[in-house]
């Protein structure tokens, strides 16, 4: 058999946590990886490095993917050095508050950051993903937006979106050979989830007993972004130690 092709994959929000693996698991692949932060380009170069001397390859971006044009124009810049087939919208934030309490900027800005950088990014890349007639497009989610969670109403809308999104994108594209699914992971040991959960707690949780690895959750991306999972789309796949 033929090596797998070198492709050129965005994964935002790529610096640390989930992000962070998924461009090594990729850029173990084989792929050129462009590691996207939001500010600050140490940790995405930091990675960089790493990713270069285990023989990959990659590249660091850093723009805010709520800012249209700062979005638009970083991704000219990327597109101009060649296309970008494989795209993981890993960015993402949450800002917890019960709903009674929760203030209109917390809403906007987490809607803003997992919805809105949805459209911002994927929306220039789909055109050029269409003309090289392969992609690969892949969005975190949350178990939040399929089970709920108190004090995440607007962390779970902007999740949920991006089901109902991905869904009717993958039918617009797929004669295309571009592919559009969601990846929902349950509680996964990163940054995001620290000191928020005591180990009776993660017990009661998940039925696994444990909270996942990133590296798990890799796995399961660098799946979809490869041939073998040409003919998976427009789904939202669960990776939560049967959480649900
Ligand atoms: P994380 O906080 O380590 O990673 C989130 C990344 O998004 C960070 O690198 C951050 O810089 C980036 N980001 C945030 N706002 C941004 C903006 N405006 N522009 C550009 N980049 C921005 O958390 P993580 O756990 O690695 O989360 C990765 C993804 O997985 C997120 O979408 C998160 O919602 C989702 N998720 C995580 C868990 C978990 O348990 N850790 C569970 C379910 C879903």
Redesign the pocket.
């Known amino acids: 058999t033929s090596p797998a092709p070198v492709r050129r994959a965005l994964v935002?929000?790529?610096?640390?946590?989930?992000?962070a693996a998924i461009c090594e698991r990729l850029a173990a692949d084989g792929h050129h990886v462009i590691v996207?932060?939001?500010r600050g380009l140490e940790r995405a170069q930091a990675l960089v490095a790493r990713i270069q001397a285990q023989g990959g390859r990659a590249e660091a971006i850093a723009?805010?993917?709520?800012d249209r044009a700062a979005t638009a124009a970083g991704l000219e810049a990327l597109l101009a050095a060649g296309p970008i087939q494989i795209l993981v919208n890993?960015?993402?934030?949450?800002d917890d508050a019960v709903f009674p309490g929760m203030s209109g900027a917390q809403w906007d800005r987490v809607v803003d950051?997992?919805l809105g950088?949805f459209f911002n990014v994927t929306q220039p890349l789909t055109l050029p993903m269409l003309r090289t007639r392969w992609g690969r497009i892949i969005s975190?989610?949350?178990?939040?937006a399929l089970a709920g969670n108190r004090g995440q109403v607007n962390y779970s809308a902007a999740?949920g979106a991006l089901h109902a999104a991905s869904k009717s994108l993958a039918q617009e594209v797929a004669s295309r050979g571009v592919t559009v699914n969601v990846v929902?992971?349950?509680?996964?040991a990163?940054?995001?989830?620290d000191g928020q959960f005591d180990a009776d707690t993660v017990k009661r949780l998940v039925p696994m007993q444990r909270v996942g690895q990133?590296r798990e959750v890799a796995d399961l991306v660098a799946f979809l972004a490869s041939d073998q999972a040409a003919y998976i789309s427009g789904q939202v796949i669960s990776i939560n130690g049967a959480m649900l």
């Open positions: 935002t929000g790529g610096s640390g946590g989930i992000g996207h932060a939001h723009f805010d993917v709520a890993n960015a993402g934030i949450h950051v997992s950088g975190l989610s949350s178990v939040a999740k929902a992971p349950g509680l996964i990163t940054g995001m989830i990133p």
